[in-house]
T-cell receptor, first 113, second 112 residues
Framework: QQQVKQSPQSLIVQKGGIPIINCAYE??????FPWYQQFPGKGPALLIA?????SEKKEGRFTISFNKSAKQFSLHIMDSQPGDSATYFC????????????FGQGTELSVKP | NAGVTQTPKFRVLKTGQSMTLLCAQD?????MYWYRQDPGMGLRLIHY???????AKGEVPDGYNVSRLKKQNFLLGLESAAPSQTSVYFC???????????FGSGTRLTVV
């Protein structure tokens, strides 16, 4: 019940395309859903986050869509660029659990010029 | 601001050796975490701390110990290293409110 399942494992798109990464969870007590971006040799960095009282959040070219009834959320990257090539992790947390994040397995995104 | 600093950045250990990984943060964060990252498995929580002098087990705590004697430091110890502990270790810190972690740049550990 603590798992967060992420797909696909890897993704290749052309520049300007819209890659979509999906995550699913079981525990309905999760109330915070962030996405992290990680470049090779670096630590993950917070990209965007959403709480379950909204269905969509946009920050620049990055959008989270959230479907509470389906227990799914996804990351969309508009007008993707080669500089977006990185590994993306979804995660979930509960406010009364010491801030612990449960991470998905990660998606390695490659944006071709 | 340095953020979250991890030392060392790389280390090779022989099976059975011990070592301590140090994490230091200068953001006055209450919460600190140790994760390990392995291919295809995402980041898995080893131990975490919600304040100075407190620690708790995460998802994969076996073979590791931690201490948080000072608010800014969180130490991860391996008492008797095993090849299964070959991994990249990340420390992170955060405020109690769910506003996201700040990660360090990682320690790549190889146990031979």
């Amino acid at each position: 019940q603590q798992q967060v399942k992420q797909s696909p494992q890897s993704l290749i798109v052309q520049k300007g395309g819209i890659p979509i990464i999906n995550c699913a969870y079981e525990n309905t007590a999760f109330d915070y859903f962030p996405w992290y971006q990680q470049f090779p040799g670096k630590g993950p960095a917070l990209l965007i986050a959403i709480r379950p009282d909204v269905s969509e959040k946009k920050e620049g070219r990055f959008t989270i869509s959230f479907n509470k009834s389906a227990k799914q959320f996804s990351l969309h990257i508009m007008d993707s660029q080669p500089g977006d090539s990185a590994t993306y992790f979804c995660a979930a947390s509960m406010h009364n659990q010491g801030g612990k994040l449960i991470f998905g397995q990660g998606t390695e995104l490659s944006v071709k010029p | 601001n340095a953020g979250v600093t991890q030392t060392p950045k790389f280390r090779v250990l022989k099976t059975g050796q011990s070592m301590t990984l140090l994490c230091a943060q200068d953001m006055n964060h209450e919460y600190m975490y140790w994760y390990r990252q392995d291919p295809g498995m995402g980041l898995r929580l080893i131990h975490y701390s919600v304040g100075e002098g407190t620690t708790a087990k995460g998802e994969v705590p076996d073979g590791y110990n931690v201490s948080r004697l000072k608010k800014q430091n969180f130490l991860l110890g391996l008492e008797s290293a095993a090849p299964s502990q070959t991994s990249v270790y990340f420390c992170a810190s955060s405020y109690p409110q769910l506003v996201g972690y700040t990660f360090g740049s990682g320690t790549r550990l190889t146990v031979v």
